[in-house]
């Protein structure tokens, strides 16, 4: 199963590597950020009917927009003491590279910027009696 991530990696670098960080925060925490290109046949393997169309959801920006640098460095500051606590990252580094490199790659890219990961959602049924 491939991951799914917000952003190609040699566009935004620095985005890139960031959500990765939080992507090892959270399965080190025990979160499964990828369970969503699973929900089909988990439902379908616990005796739900799965409707055949999942549903996806990718919240994007303009580039140059001060939001998208604005929603990930207050996701990254509240981040950061997990990610300190997880031996992932140093947070003189983490802050470093929030406040400068991904402030200046993100106001000074162009096209799209995302908001957020791929969201993934599933309807499902339960089988009449």
Do not use: N
């Amino acid at each position: 199963m491939a991951s799914v991530t917000a952003t190609p990696a040699g566009r935004q670098p620095v985005l890139a590597a960031l959500l990765a960080l939080f992507t090892s925060a959270f399965e080190r925490s025990g979160a499964w950020p990828d369970i969503g290109a699973e929900l089909y046949s988990r439902m379908r393997d616990a005796g739900l009917q799965p409707d055949p169309r999942p549903l996806a959801e990718f919240v994007l920006c303009s580039a140059g927009d001060p939001a998208a640098y604005r929603r990930w460095a207050l996701f990254a500051r509240s981040m950061l003491p997990k990610i300190v606590e997880y031996g992932l990252g140093a947070e003189e580094e983490i802050r470093h590279s929030v406040e400068h490199d991904l402030r200046e790659e993100l106001l000074a890219t162009t096209g799209l910027v995302p908001l957020s990961w791929l969201m993934i959602g599933q309807w499902a049924r339960v089988p009449a009696q």
